[in-house]
């Protein structure tokens, strides 16, 4: 019997999220650089753990997978786990290291800019995460298995995640990867590439800006950077561009366009598209109809300062879809089953 038709594991899990959480410290005043900012309020982070909050307001079953410093911070982002209804049963406490923190600023344009804290042997406790923290029999009931570039930088969580995407393959789960990468924190280029290329053989959805995947299958058009990355294995790949979504499947080439609003901080917005689109997958939705309610989370998102502050219910997705005169039929249906 898999762990999880036991009593202990009844739920079925929807979407599991494996990366790193840490703590976002958000401007108080937006339009000035990250020097000018006199203040800022903490928030729970980190691109994965933002995706399964994200999908966890929409209404699905999550938990998230990783660690924590074993210090104020941690607990801080364990309690809004909590908070958010997501399972936290293998969100492992470090012991002697302390929890990541970023500071960010926003400019006039909404866009945001970084400064992450994360010090090897001090505030990295992501890289402390093993194999035994990530349970297999746990992870493989979920539906999706979603991850970020975050978790392969380091040999040791590199190794660990590869064999967990491995066995999620293996046993049917489908595998979400969004690089939402940091190059520079790599060692190598050769590295680099080398690993991208095994991730996205072991992916069934791939998630990406249109940047991003450029470079890591070395080419520069949309259509030709969608065409190699699907020839690496994925099932799905969606590109996200400067005024449109990019869909391709083996058998679909869909171009959606992305809604105009008035962004106010963009800090979040890729994962929240992740979490919408992946919402939409996993309920049966067509991939027009779950690109729909990914742009829906997205764009509410990001008229709100704050990494999760705009994250909106499925109800309010629907909401904005209607306000922007498209058709909530076939996701409507789907998000009341």
């Known amino acids: ?50 995706v399964v909050v994200a999908a966890s307001r929409l209404g699905l079953t999550t938990a998230f997978v990783g660690c924590v410093g074993d210090d104020e911070f941690g607990a801080f982002i364990l309690r809004d786990f909590k908070k958010e209804g997501v399972d936290v049963s293998y969100l492992k406490k470090v012991k002697g290291r302390n929890t990541g923190v970023a500071f960010y600023s926003v400019d006039k344009c909404g866009e945001r800019h970084y400064v992450f804290y994360r010090f090897p042997g001090y505030s990295d406790p992501e890289s402390e995460l093993a194999l035994e923290d990530a349970d297999i029999e746990y992870i493989t009931c979920a539906k999706v298995l979603h991850v970020s570039e975050a978790m392969f930088r380091q040999d040791r969580t590199r190794e660990t995640t590869l064999k967990v995407l491995s066995s999620a393959k293996e046993k049917g789960v489908m595998v979400s990867y969004d690089p939402n990468m940091r190059k520079t924190l790599w060692s190598s280029q050769e590295r680099f590439s080398e690993t991208q290329r095994k991730i996205i053989g072991l992916t069934d959805i791939f998630l990406s800006t249109l940047k991003e995947a450029s470079l890591i299958v070395g080419e520069q058009g949309g259509r030709e950077i969608a065409e190699r990355t699907l020839a690496l294995g994925p099932s799905i790949v969606v590109l996200r561009e400067e005024r449109c979504y990019q869909v391709r499947t083996v058998n679909q080439r869909l171009t959606v366009p992305i809604s105009k609003v008035k962004a ?6 890729g994962d929240a598209f992740d979490a919408g689109f992946l919402t939409g997958v996993i309920k ?28 909106p219910r499925m109800n309010e997705a629907l909401a904005y879809i209607r306000s922007k005169g498209r058709s909530v039929r076939g996701i409507l249906e789907v998000s009341s089953l």
């Open 1 to 50: 019997m898999r762990l999880c038709e036991s009593v202990q594991f009844r739920m079925k899990l929807d979407l599991v999220g494996l990366g790193s959480a840490i703590v976002d410290f958000v401007p108080n005043k937006t339009g000035v650089s990250l020097s000018e900012v006199c203040s800022f309020s903490p928030s729970a982070g980190g691109a994965v753990a933002n």
């Open 284 to 311: 049966g939705m067509s991939l027009k109809k779950a690109v729909l309610l990914g742009n829906a989370v997205a764009s509410l998102k990001v008229m709100k300062v704050g990494t999760r502050t705009g994250l």
């Open 264 to 269: 106010v901080d963009t800090s979040g917005a």
